[in-house]
């Protein structure tokens, strides 16, 4: 999301990293999906996908919003919105979830399956930010490494299922085709899609060899500095 809302406005950076997330995770439900634990999917699935509406819609709300500032900045125009300043601070809050050893040891008991489900999809409806959640309550499941990797992923897959179903109802139809043929943009979601399948593959088999710290601090940074200049209206 953040790579494309340097190029489209962000309702519709949001509704077409969804396209992009949803195709790479039914390739990883193919690749995984058989690991999945139905159950888990069940009691956290569910309520994800129940939130994703809520929180879709509250975005399709917020970007009908009108201008919170504008200003010139070297002849061109920039606008401060609530939806980027929103966006801007959940993205610069799970930055935090990257780097800060605190948050990423953040555990929750399996009592709280349901809340973390519908945290997830809210969040995830919302700004497409569900992965640190999504883990944080799912690492507790007691589920082997193939098993959390998998049910994470079905559930994301509900999730994108139903914010795209709200995307495509409220504003995608009306603003995202138009956009995306102006700049050029179906061209990018395939790249963007090819690229996704390529790293899920490759992901797949270098899973047990990977060390995540460089690759933490690189997405913390970007985040942050786009976070920044979203919030700023920069972007």
Known sequence: MPAFAVFFPIDVAIAATAVVHLSNNLFKVALLGRAAAW???????MPAALAAFAG????????????????????????????KVVVAALMLSFAGFEVVPALQRLEFPRRYLVLGGALS?????????????RSAFLVRAGLGKEAFIATGVVSAVVVDLARLSVYGTAFVAR??????????????????IAAAFAGSFAGARLLP???????????AVMLCLLGIALGAGLV
């Open 39 to 45: 159950r888990i999917v069940a009691l956290f699935g």
């Open 56 to 83: 879709a819609w509250l975005l399709e709300g917020m970007a009908a919003a009108p201008p919170l500032a504008a200003y010139e900045l070297a002849g061109r125009p920039h606008q401060v919105t609530l939806l």
């Open 121 to 133: 999809g809210f969040f995830g409806g919302l700004s497409g930010h569900q992965g640190a959640l």
């Open 175 to 192: 603003d995202l085709g138009v956009v995306l043929a102006d700049r050029g943009g179906w061209g990018l979601i395939v790249a963007a």
């Open 209 to 219: 060899k990977v060390t995540m710290t460089g690759v933490r601090w690189v997405v």
